[in-house]
């Protein structure tokens, strides 16, 4: 089965810190991976997506990086602040599964100030 | 540029009624879908169409239906309300299918309770 988990569920830092968000994939035949934000009570915001021939992409402070091989994908997140505070998903598009994406559960993530 | 917009926000249901869900996007995509988010679980893919009058069933349709009669707007129907059925929806929308290189773009949701 086709499944994406995340550990932890939520991470507590205080600003400043640098942080690694992880996930994991059961699958390595995949087309791409992606990392969303979602704030409370509001939808999902894409932050980066990741082909499957690559290995990372970068926006900011954020870089995310691919390992096909091992089934994992992490989400660095340089000189936290408080406003990074939210949840944080992760979700796989499959091959063999192309009209969907496979959604982690998240890491909740709270940035003290 | 709105993005996607859902209607309304927030819902309350008796068991057994019905209602519609909207969902609008004004970026000419292609691809639209409908999650559901349940506590505890990751979001699941209910239905999800790839242009004007083509839709196709994700993994929990049962109870759902959809229509995609412009390219804009992909409505979910509830057909006739259960509690299990309580959740946060999602509309997504991309310019293509998830396996390519377009984002996903989503609303803000709408928190639907039935009672």
């Known amino acids: 089965k086709q499944e994406v988990t995340q550990i932890p569920a939520a991470l507590s830092v205080p600003e400043g810190e640098n942080l690694v968000l992880n996930c994991s994939f059961t699958?390595?035949?995949?087309?791409?991976l992606q990392w969303f934000r979602q704030d409370p009570g509001k939808g999902l915001t894409s932050l980066l997506l990741?082909?499957?021939?690559?290995r990372e992409q970068t926006s900011g402070r954020l870089n995310a990086s691919l390992d096909k091989s091992s089934g994992r994908s992490t989400l660095y997140i340089a000189a936290s602040q408080p406003g990074d505070s939210a949840t944080y998903l992760c979700?796989?598009?499959?091959?063999?599964?192309?009209?969907?994406?496979?959604f982690g559960k998240g890491t909740k993530l709270t940035v003290n100030p | 540029n709105a993005g996607v917009t859902q209607t309304p926000k927030f819902q309350v249901l008796k068991t057994g009624q019905s209602m519609t869900l909207q969902c609008a996007q004004d970026?000419?995509?292609?691809?639209m879908s409908w999650y559901r988010q349940d506590p505890g679980m990751g979001l699941r893919l209910i239905h999800y169409s790839v242009g004007a009058g083509i839709t196709d069933q994700g993994e929990v349709p049962n109870g759902y239906n959809v229509s995609r009669s412009t390219t804009e707007d992909f409505p979910l129907r509830l057909l006739s309300a259960a509690p299990s059925q309580t959740s946060v929806y999602f509309c997504?929308?991309?310019?293509?299918?998830?396996?390519?290189?377009?984002?996903?773009?989503f609303g803000d949701g709408t928190r639907l309770s039935i009672l």
């Open positions: 699958d390595s035949a995949i087309y791409n």
């Open positions: 979700a796989v598009a499959f091959q063999g599964g192309s009209e969907k994406l496979v």
């Open positions: 997504a929308s991309s310019l293509t299918l998830p396996n390519s290189n377009q984002p996903q773009h």
């Open positions: 970026m000419n995509h292609e691809y």
């Open positions: 990741i082909q499957s021939s690559q």
